[in-house]
């Protein structure tokens, strides 16, 4: 059944308090759909920068709002997220004692909310943060701006404060997690706390309740266009939150292969094994090279049409440009402008002549 999820088990009679090691496990779910997804697209975008370079250009905004309709199909449907879902949890509001509502019958508004907008948005800000302070350093180090000027001290600055507050936003996750082992908290995240939820297990009831849910929602035969168009988009959201869930033993899988292949111990053994001659130019700008894409005079820079200045090759496709212009094109577009191969500012690569 897709909205259980594929581990679903009665709580034991031990307590509905889920342990630190499914709290965490489920946190750390989603963190590992996000880079097999990046992954695909990556690769993607360079097979075909054309036609795929804009999922990888938009791949964050596209990802949050295909997050946003996860979660609030999970949230709405089981009143847990996608990953808590997984693991047999669900999110009640914090109170008194009384006796808990079922799993199908949803968050009050506020919780709700509360509890979408820390999923989706919170993950997402972080990223772009994270992001930003990625592309600050490497304009620090690659930057042509005058050591002097206010925007460059600007950002030096909070350069040197972001590892300062993203220690004490670890350090607070990390303090919870050890009150909420000690027994000295409810929550073992503060989003939890902020969103004024706490996670239980499943119970039964919930099971045979949610058991009974997608049964009524799969049998309801409706008649009017609109519910039609409802239940077909329902049908097809549950569809993909299934293939999710039953396919994240394999991504997991894939993604720990993709460390082991990408991590630096072996390095030296991929380069070994893919080792190959130097590539010929690429091959559609053989009869392209008379035209406006590139200048006649190999002196020429084929942006701003001039006799280069500190010349600069691109490792992705080894053209030529001035630097300035190399920079500010890569830096904006993150392509190649003649072949349009993805290109990032380490992939500048300072030419020096004989004279020199």
Known sequence: MAEVGAHLTAAPAGGDRPSVFEAVAQDSLMAAVKPALQHLVKVLAESNPA??????????????????????????RCSASFSENFYSLKRIPMGDGRRQPLATAGLPKRQHWKSLLLLVLVPYLKGKLEKLVSSLREEDEYSIHPPSSSWKRFYRAFLAAYPYVNMTWESWFLIQQLCYILGKAEHHSPMLKLAGVRLVRLTAEDIQALEKKWAETTSDQTHSFTSRVKSALRRALGGIAFSLSTGLSVSVFFLQFLDWWYSS??????????ALPTPPPPVHLEQEASSALLPGLRSVCPLCRKVRVNATALATSGFVFCYRCAYSHVKAHQRCPVTGYATELQHLVKLYSPET
């Open 51 to 76: 036609r795929y370079g804009f999922l990888w250009h938009w791949f964050d905004e596209i990802y949050v709002l295909l997050d946003l309709l996860l979660q609030q199909h999970y949230l709405a």
């Open 265 to 274: 111990e072996n390095q030296e053994t991929i380069k070994s094994l893919t």
